[in-house]
């Protein structure tokens, strides 16, 4: 018997969520959530009525002995993340790996990602790509986008709006500003917003507007 769900969940539309997940959502005995304010929303929307506690990245270490007990105990848990599927740039590895150490079952359900609808739209080549998450911040960005201006598959990045202008002036700076680039802007929402054009002209479009919700980045890949 499956003892962890792992179950994606809307990047921003209410509506892509599958039948299934909405099934197992209601039928597990506790739902880990990255933040149950935020999933309180889309649970109230399907009456989804199951016991739901905190799992981040601050309580993540704290937790994971407590949940696992859960399990041995017998109970069924299923994890969420606030947008999209878990354990991609959000908690999750950690209590999937010790699930696995404890070799209790593992289902993972398919559903929502930003990472292909954003390459896909792309028009680059998407027969392989590398998706980098959220780059380094501080001494390891550098090394990062030296290493990466020489790839020559696809890359998907994810970045905030405080920082996407500075991660379109660090690519000119490591890609060159013609290299070409496409910027995905609050995937499947109202105000979805989709960029195609060269490095520079990014940053022009960028620099013209308050850069607000979650971007992800997909560059082409060195010729």
Do not use: W
């Amino acid at each position: 018997m499956t003892s962890l769900y792992i179950v994606p969940t809307p990047i921003g539309n209410l509506k892509d969520i599958t039948f299934r997940a909405i099934e197992v959502l209601k039928k597990v005995d506790l739902i880990l959530a990255e933040d149950t304010r935020n999933s309180f929303k889309l649970l109230k929307h399907y009456e989804i009525k199951t016991p739901c506690e905190s799992f981040h990245m601050h309580n993540e270490h704290k937790k994971l002995s407590y949940f696992i007990d859960k399990i041995k105990g017998g109970k069924v848990l299923a994890l969420i993340s606030d947008a999209g599927t878990p354990g991609i740039s959000d908690p999750g590895y950690l209590l999937i790996r010790e699930v696995i150490k404890n070799n209790f079952l593992i289902e993972c359900l398919p559903g929502a990602t930003s990472i292909l609808p954003s390459l896909i739209q792309s028009g680059f080549p998407i027969d392989k790509f590398v998706f980098e998450g959220f780059l380094p911040l501080k001494k390891l960005r550098k090394k990062r986008l030296e290493f990466l201006s020489n790839e020559k598959r696809s890359i998907v990045i994810f970045e905030s709006p405080h920082r996407i202008i500075k991660t379109v002036n660090d690519l000119i700076l490591f890609f060159g500003k013609e290299r070409r680039i496409s910027i995905s802007r609050e995937l499947t929402k109202i105000h979805e917003e989709n960029f195609r054009g060269n490095l520079l002209e990014a940053l022009s479009f960028l620099e013209n507007k308050n850069p607000k919700g979650e971007f992800v980045i997909c560059v082409e890949g060195k010729k």
